[in-house]
């Protein structure tokens, strides 16, 4: 990974600590959360709440790991409300919590996707595909990271997700600082997820109900 790959990867994680912060709850909860994941990943959409204990779906929600919307239980990179990010896969199309985000998807369900979004400054459309194992060949579009923002709000989805989108080509302007080329954010995502494909491929022992949520 690069020198800016590695430094939004720094900023993302300070920001937002969803790894370490799963990691500081009980089992059970963590296998709640393996739960919700799982069903985005086997069924393209998302789990209804009920899909696990309230308890588990407080505590979850309350260090921000999940985002329950009238549409079910959202879990990063998953968002279970409309974002305008589109990643589809087979049959399935799901929307991304950012342009980060998106990025990770691939990874995560093992398959080519391909991703529909809009530039966050002209709000032309950008569509291209990426593969599971391999860099994005759009070279031309970029992913913009914000400056410090809304630090306030409950959800990262309401806060920072908002500021990190595309930008087309005609848009990149002169002030790159905070703009990343799909490829290093592609490995900013696959590192900043990476805790849930390996979770996935090997589940915490003692918990069986994570596959079982169908
Ligand atoms: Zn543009």
Known sequence: ???RSTRFLNRLRAD???EARLAGTRPAVQD??????RHWIDHGRAPVASVIDGDHRAVLDRLDLIVATRQGLGCYPFSSAATGIEVVWGRYAVQAMCAVDALAIPMLVERTCRI???CGECKA????????DYPP???????????PGDAGAAHCSEGLCRGIDFVCEACVGSEPANLMGLDQA????????????????????????????R
């Open 186 to 213: 592609s490995a900013v995502a696959r590192a900043f997820f990476g805790f849930q494909r390996r979770w996935i491929d090997k589940p915490a022992i003692g918990s069986p109900a994570m596959g079982d949520h």
């Open 16 to 18: 937002f600590p969803v």
């Open 116 to 118: 529909a979004a809009r």
């Open 137 to 147: 060949a759009a070279a031309s579009i970029k992913v913009r990271y914000p400056d």
């Open 125 to 132: 459309p950008l569509k291209w595909s990426v593969a599971s």
């Open 1 to 3: 990974m690069d020198v």
């Open 32 to 37: 709640a959360y393996g739960a919700v994941l």
